[in-house]
C-alpha cells in the first residue's frame, strides 16, 4: 500500500502555515527563512512576471520594484469578486488563480518538510467565510477546495479554525477545563466554548467536546480599513463636497474610492485608466481639489498599499504606545498623521459592539456562564488590539487568560486533527 502523508494547512487572511507530523508529534514547517509564518502576500515583479510571496513580496513593493501587490485574499472567497478577472503584465488572472499560487506555494514548502509528495489536508477555514449567507458561506468553501485540489492535494477535509486552536491549546492542559477559544484574525473573529483535557488528546471523535461554535466577518483588516477611513482618507478628501456644474447644490464627493483605497483586497481595482478619469472629474468640481489631487497622484503612482502598510503599522503601535505616527511621505514629503488609541477605538466602536454580542451569543450557546469559563485562550493577530481583548474578555471574569501563538497556533491544531483524520492512528480505527 502506497505511503500517504499529510498535513494542516491555515490560509489565512494576513498570515499563513503549514503544519506537519514528525514522529508522534505535528510541528510548524519554516516557509520563509526560518519564519515558520508567511504573510498571505504576493508581488507579481514587472521585471520577469514572476510571482514573489510572503514578507519579500512587501519588501519588494516598498523598495520601488515594478509591480503588483496583492495581500488578503482570503477576503475574496464568497464574494462576487472570486471569479473575477485581473490583468498583470500581458497574463490574466481570476483571484481564484492567484490564491492558488500562494496554496500552491504553500503545499511545496510541506512536501519540502516531508521530502514527499502531501496528499492529505485538513485546511483551516472560519465559522463564518460570509455573515448569514449560507450559499455563499457554502461557495467559499467549495472554491477552497478546488483551490486545494489544483494544487494537488488529493484528500481534503475541513476543521473550523477556533476548533484548531483548541486542539493546540489542549497540548498544555493538565486537567479538565472549559476554554473559550477566541481566534481574532485578520479576515474573521471566531469563538469556541470547547471542554479539553488530557484524556481529550486522544479521543477521535470530539464532537460531544464543542459545547458552541460562532464567529463573525471581522477581523483585523477591518479594523484596518476602519482606522484608515477615521485617520488617513479625510486628507484625501473623504468627506469632503463637490459642485456640479450648473447647480448651486454641493453634494458629498462620492466615498468609493476611499473605501477601496482603505481595503487592502480591493485597492488593485482603483487602478485602471476609467477610476482616474473618474477621479479627476471628481477633482474638477472639488471645493478642495488638493486633497482629490492627492488621491489622484496615489492612485496614478500605484501606491495604496504603502498607505495601508503606514495605517496598520500605526494600529499595531498602539497596542503598548500611547501615540503613533502614520507616516504618509507617500503622499507628500514629512506628512504625518498622529493618531492615539482613543481615535482607534471610537473607528471600531461598532464591531467591538458586534465582537460582544457574538461572544454573549456563544456563551449562550454553550449554557455556560462566564463565570463558568476556566481559560481564555487568545489566538489571532488582533487580539493585541486592547480594546478588542477588553471586548473579548470582559464577559469571563474568573477565567485565567492564554496567550496562544498569536499566528501559529490555528496551523498547529490543524495538523493535530490531520494525523486525526489521516495518521497511522486514523488508519487502525477504519481497520
Known amino acids: 500500500m502506497e505511503a500517504k502523508h499529510f498535513c494542516g494547512l491555515d490560509f489565512g487572511t494576513s498570515n499563513s502555515t503549514v503544519a506537519v507530523p514528525r ?8 516557509l520563509e527563512g526560518d519564519a515558520r509564518t508567511l504573510p498571505s502576500s504576493i508581488f507579481f515583479d514587472f521585471s520577469d512576471g514572476r510571482p514573489i510571496f510572503g514578507r519579500a513580496a512587501i519588501k519588494a513593493y516598498v523598495d520601488g520594484a515594478e509591480g503588483r501587490l496583492m495581500r488578503s485574499l ?8 472570486m471569479d473575477e478577472t485581473t490583468r498583470i503584465k500581458t497574463r490574466t488572472y481570476t483571484f481564484k488563480d492567484i490564491i492558488g499560487l500562494i496554496v500552491g506555494r504553500l503545499k511545496a514548502a510541506a512536501d519540502a518538510a516531508l521530502d514527499a509528495d502531501v496528499s492529505q489536508v485538513v485546511l483551516g477555514r472560519p465559522v463564518h467565510f460570509v455573515d448569514d449567507n449560507p450559499a455563499a458561506d457554502g461557495r467559499a468553501q467549495n472554491a477552497l477546495e478546488e483551490i486545494a485540489r489544483a494544487c494537488g492535494f488529493r484528500e481534503i477535509a475541513f476543521q473550523y479554525e477556533p476548533i484548531a486552536a483548541a486542539l493546540a491549546y489542549e497540548q498544555t492542559v493538565r486537567e479538565e477545563q472549559y476554554a473559550l477559544i477566541a481566534d481574532i484574525g485578520g479576515g474573521t473573529s471566531d469563538f469556541s466554548v470547547v471542554r479539553v483535557s488530557p484524556q481529550g488528546r486522544y479521543k477521535p471523535d470530539r464532537a460531544a467536546d464543542i459545547l458552541a461554535n460562532k464567529g463573525v466577518h471581522i477581523g483585523g483588516t477591518d479594523i484596518d480599513r476602519l482606522f484608515s477611513l477615521k485617520t488617513v482618507m479625510p486628507y484625501l478628501g473623504l468627506g469632503g463636497e463637490m459642485r456640479l456644474p450648473f447647480s448651486d447644490k454641493a453634494i458629498l464627493v462620492p466615498n468609493g474610492f476611499f473605501v477601496d483605497l482603505a481595503t487592502w483586497h480591493r485597492i488593485n481595482l482603483l487602478y485602471t485608466p476609467k477610476v482616474s478619469r473618474d477621479i479627476e472629474e471628481v477633482r ?10 492627492r488621491l489622484a497622484d496615489i492612485v496614478e503612482a500605484r501606491r495604496g498599499h504603502s498607505i495601508a502598510l503606514s495605517v496598520e503599522a ?3 503601535g498602539l497596542s503598548d504606545a500611547p501615540t503613533a505616527a502614520i507616516d504618509l511621505s507617500e503622499v507628500e514629503r514629512g506628512f504625518v498623521v498622529a493618531a492615539e488609541p482613543k481615535t482607534l477605538n471610537e473607528a471600531i466602536a461598532d464591531q467591538l459592539g458586534s465582537l460582544t454580542r457574538t461572544l454573549g451569543d456563544t456563551l449562550a450557546a ?7 469559563i476556566d481559560a481564555v485562550f487568545l489566538t489571532g493577530g488582533s487580539t493585541a488590539i486592547p480594546a478588542v481583548r477588553a471586548a473579548v474578555t470582559g464577559a469571563t471574569p474568573k477565567a485565567k487568560i492564554i496567550e496562544g501563538d498569536m499566528f501559529g497556533a490555528v496551523g498547529l491544531g490543524l495538523g493535530l486533527d ?3 483524520k489521516f495518521g497511522s492512528d486514523a488508519l487502525r480505527r477504519s481497520a
Open 23 to 30: 514522529g508522534e508529534e505535528v510541528e510548524l514547517v519554516a
Open 74 to 81: 482570503k477576503s475574496v472567497l464568497g464574494s462576487a469578486l
Open 284 to 293: 474638477r468640481y472639488a471645493l478642495s481639489p488638493g486633497k482629490i489631487a
Open 314 to 316: 500605526a494600529k499595531i
Open 366 to 372: 454553550s449554557g455556560l456562564a462566564g463565570g463558568r
Open 418 to 420: 490531520a494525523r486525526r
